[in-house]
């Protein structure tokens, strides 16, 4: 090792990786070494210079007691399969017999028929709760020692794509390294790995040709030493040497917009490519304009490089073998989204057609069927990378690992010349038989997985309890209101991915754009249109204001007409259809005392969503209200006047609302905010084919029934 270990490491020792080891947290661990590894694990992952999210895996043998013989053995712990070592716990890791994983070198019948041993490795478990072992299982077995760990990191991958790989290997490390070629991974390259380890005893780690490294310790902090100071070496030797000898990716070819025009080009054309790429199957989109991308994008190499693909095959199993780039001015004119789309089409046919010449040609005859043809990274100079994927995790992932490679391709070409693989070697990494069984055992997507829905009010009350119902149930939701305390503090219940926010007055045609935009910059665009936001005023007409009439009409009517307009822009552009939901309410039906204002306008609401059902048919967009009553605990427009109004009406007193109101349906029944949540997924994940209808939520209103 570079670095003395019976010193006192410092995070000084290193510029480019994050030396993050607590003596005292891993002190307290004890000499639990299967504890020493995941935090040594989460410790490497929490640093995607090093490796890349669900990337790599890490692995430690400790002596166990067999529980059958009592007979002392050494159990190897590695990370399971689909997990990630950043976020790493004992339930994601598989404890195997290391014996009986070495045996399987006596069941290997040769590399055509490696994919057969992976079934074996079950038999080699020690520990019967484990996750389901990694095809990188046996590359940590048949190596010998006690603490591995094998990353992702770019300027490792950076050597390991370079044309001359070994001989900078060499250079770098002289014979402290092994090196072995690009191999798919498997049962056969970890006998590659064994076999190199043989022929250079005492080498501290293994690079791996066109994928990544091995290294190696007695103990999970010599290990952890040892993985940071190779990664530290290669960052370096890159850093010597990027922009010294030529411009890193041959210089910019073209500039970026300023910040806030790159993120209102992307606002304006995010849906129309999401519509493109959901040809196939709908599609959840996510934008960057990291710096690192948009040095890429602007470059003069772009159109050399980005057509190789990537090398690392973690990285082009989330992005495909290879980006569409836009050859769309940065300052194009978006304002006609239509006319755009009729523009990007035929680069689109392109992609596809050249994605089913590439399946064509390198299929086997047990490949599995041809996936989506569709980019999922789309690269657009001047302003930045769009991915697209099946929900917002997998397509932010996407762009990270297109990150990743975007730093492999510029560290090799400052030292050398950047590879990708073989056509055919990605191809098999792409339709490999245990990828597509892995696919297959994940489980089922939600009822509106794919789905991205706007609500107004979603602040609290009703409004928040429907993001909350379509979160559950699978969408990406984006919440809205005027009360931006209220709406962080909303967004802040929400796990990462879920959800966005914007804050939005309905009454404003341009805050009602700017909450769209916010929607397609997050998510790529937007299928389901609640309008919830609201407010109520009771008074008799003697007693109503032109300002309560004119506030009503605005926010309840107003704001669904804009809400609507602006929804039906981004649907049409997209061209999936989708949902309007009008929260209206009991009143829009039902002639009550002192209510006109609200009566009314509710009552328009409703008669808007038959108009707009009417209409929007032809575009696949269904228009629905559900109707609450009496939902007094935990709304909004209880708060105030409104209560005390409605109590004078009945002529009781405040306090006796809820009482009154659970008591005069016909079921007896208290209606809460999720009920009127329940009523808007009915609308919109169930009656698949109802539009202009009134969904009464309200325990049984007799006066109130539709017909």
């Known amino acids: ?54 990337g790599g895996n890490t692995s430690c043998k400790t002596i166990e007691k067999d529980p059958l013989t009592a007979e002392e053995v050494e159990v190897m712990w590695v990370k399971g399969s689909g997990g990630d070592i950043g976020t790493l716990k004992r339930d994601g890791i598989a404890g195997l017999y290391a014996d009986k994983l070495r045996d399987l070198k006596k069941a290997y019948k040769g590399i055509e028929f490696e994919d057969g041993i992976v079934p074996l490795y079950y038999h080699c478990l020690y520990d019967l709760d484990s996750r389901a072992p990694s095809i990188d299982t046996p590359l940590h077995g048949l190596l010998p020692f006690k603490h591995i760990d094998h990353l992702h990191p770019d300027a ?21 390294m092994g090196w072995v070629p690009w191999q798919r991974p498997g049962f056969d390259l970890a006998l590659q790995l064994e076999k190199c380890l043989e022929e250079n005893p005492g080498i501290r780690g ?47 070819k073209s500039e970026s917009l300023a910040p806030q025009n790159r993120r209102e080009q992307a606002a304006l054309l995010a849906p129309v490519l999401r519509g493109l790429c959901s040809s196939y199957k709908r599609m959840v989109g996510h934008f960057t304009d990291d710096d690192r991308v948009l040095q890429f994008v602007n470059s003069n190499d772009l159109e050399r490089l980005a057509p190789m693909g990537t090398s690392c095959p973690d990285h082009f199993l989330r992005t495909k073998i290879q980006p569409l780039v836009l050859s769309l001015a940065s300052d194009a004119d978006l304002s006609d989204p239509m006319l755009v789309k009729e ?41 930045g990378m769009f991915t697209f994927a099946k929900n917002k995790q997998t397509a932010r992932v996407a762009a990270e690992f297109y990150i990743n490679a975007i730093n492999v391709m510029r560290g090799a070409e400052a030292i050398s010349e950047y590879t990708s693989l073989p056509r055919q070697e990605a191809f098999d990494i792409e339709y490999w038989l245990l990828e597509e069984d892995k696919l297959k055992r994940m489980p089922p997507e939600k009822p509106l997985s794919r789905q991205v829905a706007i609500i107004t009010g979603a602040g609290g009350g009703i409004g928040k309890a429907i993001a909350d119902k379509l979160a559950a149930e699978g969408a990406n939701v984006v919440l ?90 981004v649907m049409r552009t997209q061209g999936l259809g989708g949902n309007i939901v009008s929260i209206a309410s009991k009143n829009g039906l039902v002639a009550g005392k002192n209510n006109v204002g609200y009566g009314t306008a509710k009552a328009a ?103």
């Open 343 to 383: 523009q990007l089409i035929p680069a689109f046919e392109t992609y596809r057609e050249e994605y089913t010449t590439y399946y064509e040609t390198c299929k086997r005859d047990n490949s599995p069927a041809m996936r989506d043809p569709n980019p999922v990274v789309i690269l657009y100079p001047g302003v």
């Open 605 to 707: 609401q409703q008669h808007m969503v038959r108009l707009l059902a009417a209409e929007l048919a032809a575009d696949k967009i269904r228009v629905n209200t559900v109707n609450p009553d009496g939902v007094i605990v935990g709304s909004k427009i209880w708060e105030g006047e409104w209560a005390e109004g409605r109590a004078k009406a009945y002529g009781i007193p405040v306090e006796e609302l809820p009482a009154f109101y659970a008591k005069r349906n016909l079921l007896n029944e208290i209606i809460r905010p999720e009920d009127i949540a329940n009523g808007v997924f009915a609308v919109v994940g169930v009656l698949d084919k109802s539009t202009g209808n009134i969904i009464n939520v309200d325990g049984g209103m007799a006066e109130a029934f539709v017909r």
């Open 156 to 176: 490792l991958i950076a050597i390991a794509a370079a044309k001359d790989s070994k001989a900078i290997t060499k250079e770098i490390w002289g014979d402290t």
């Open 480 to 569: 809205t209101d005027i009360e931006e305390n209220r709406l962080i503090e909303a967004f802040n219940t929400y796990n990462r991915d879920i959800a966005g926010y914007s804050v939005c007055d309905v009454t404003s045609s341009e805050s009602v754009e700017q909450a769209f935009k916010a929607a397609c910059l997050e998510f790529g665009g937007v299928d389901i249109v609640v309008h919830s936001a609201g407010l109520a005023i009771s008074k008799p007409l003697a007693e109503t204001t032109q300002k309560d009439w004119d506030l009503l009409q605005e926010v309840l009517v107003g704001g669904q007409f804009k809400m609507a307009k602006a929804g039906t822009a």
């Open 206 to 252: 293994i690079v791996l040709g066109s994928h990544g490294v091995f290294t190696w310790g007695d103990t999970s902090y010599e290990c952890y030493v040892n993985s940071l100071d190779v990664i530290e070496a290669a960052s370096r030797y890159i850093a010597e040497r990027e922009g010294k000898e030529k411009p890193v990716f041959g210089g910019a």
């Open 1 to 54: 090792m570079s670095l003395d270990i019976s010193k006192e490491v410092k995070k000084e020792d290193f510029k480019h990786v994050d030396y993050l080891w607590d003596h005292a947290k891993a002190e307290s661990l004890g000499d639990d070494q299967v504890a020493l590894f995941i935090y040594r694990s989460n410790m490497l992952g929490a640093d995607l210079r090093v490796t890349n999210y669900g």
